[in-house]
């Protein structure tokens, strides 16, 4: 079953990989078996399958057996909050990094007077 | 100096950049006096009080926010390299004297300061470590809190850019 208790930083080590970052994106479109999952990917089945491990343990994909299929769909709950805390540090740091434009280019402004009046009326 | 170009950046990190109507020198005193970077650090009508600043490497860097509903964000934290009007690094990850430190957000922030035509460019690189300890934070409703802080000030800002 699901894990709910999983951390935002497994989260964010799952998706540091690129073939990851892959197959979610793929899994993106909808629920897929591992064979059909596996078969853009120039890699060994074994090897594929620890990236899936990786992702199921992570808790942004799950996964579930009927008779010998394996099908992978993703859990989208925690991709949106790995993106939410992210997307929070972001809005941030781009917030602050305007108001820093802003007051760097008043404070040179006030000690250019001159440059000011070519530039503005007032 | 284009940033990145094919590489693929770490989901934890964020790059921010800017350019900027004013030289190096401008930016550089903005990040190097405290009395100069408490009126831009954080979002009104939170403001900083600088508890420490020491600039060099391993010298304390230490902001305190509050924000008007009594909330408020300690950040200690030091100064990892110093090169005026280039490169400021400074991390969450270890305080004073390079002591350990268990922060609530960790991160390491990298700013570099180029010349760009008449003005200059400001690049910040912040890079998250394992952050589990920030849902904890999260659940304290902080995210929540900042972001209806930034939200605020958006709202009231109709800054021309």
């Known amino acids: 079953m699901a894990n709910y208790s999983v951390s935002v930083s497994e989260v964010f080590h799952a998706l540091a990989d690129p073939t990851r970052c892959a197959i979610v994106s793929s899994l993106g479109y909808g629920a897929q078996t591992v064979t059909a999952l596996a078969a853009p990917f120039d890699m060994a089945l074994p090897s594929f399958m620890k990236h899936l491990t990786v992702l199921e343990r992570s808790g942004l994909i799950r996964t579930s057996k009927l008779g010998r299929t394996r099908t992978c769909e993703l859990v989208p709950e925690t991709l949106s909050r790995a993106e939410k805390w992210i997307a929070g540090q972001r809005a941030m740091w781009e917030a602050r990094s305007d108001r820093m434009v802003e007051f760097v280019e008043r404070l040179h402004q006030q000690e250019q007077p001159h440059v000011t009046k070519r530039r503005r009326k007032d | 100096m284009s940033q990145n170009a094919g590489e693929k950046t770490d989901p934890r990190d964020l790059v921010i950049s800017r350019v900027l109507r004013a030289p190096r020198e401008a930016l550089w005193r ?131 850019r």
């Open chain 2, 30 to 160: 903005a990040w190097s006096e405290p009395e100069l970077l408490k009126q831009w650090w954080c979002p009104r009508p939170w403001t900083t009080d600088v508890r420490a600043f020491d600039l060099r490497p391993g010298g304390a860097f230490h902001t305190f926010m509050q924000g008007p509903d009594g909330g408020t964000s300690d950040n200690p934290g030091s100064f990892l390299e110093v090169v005026p009007q280039s490169r400021l690094v400074f991390t969450s990850m270890l305080t004073a004297g390079w002591r350990p430190n268990t922060p609530w957000l960790g991160f390491t922030a990298i700013i570099t300061m180029t010349d760009e035509g008449d003005g200059c460019r400001y690049v910040a690189q912040v890079m998250h470590p394992d952050i589990a300890s920030c849902e904890q934070h999260e659940k304290l409703g902080f995210f929540d809190g900042w972001n209806t802080a930034i939200t605020q000030l958006e709202e009231s800002a109709t800054a021309p």
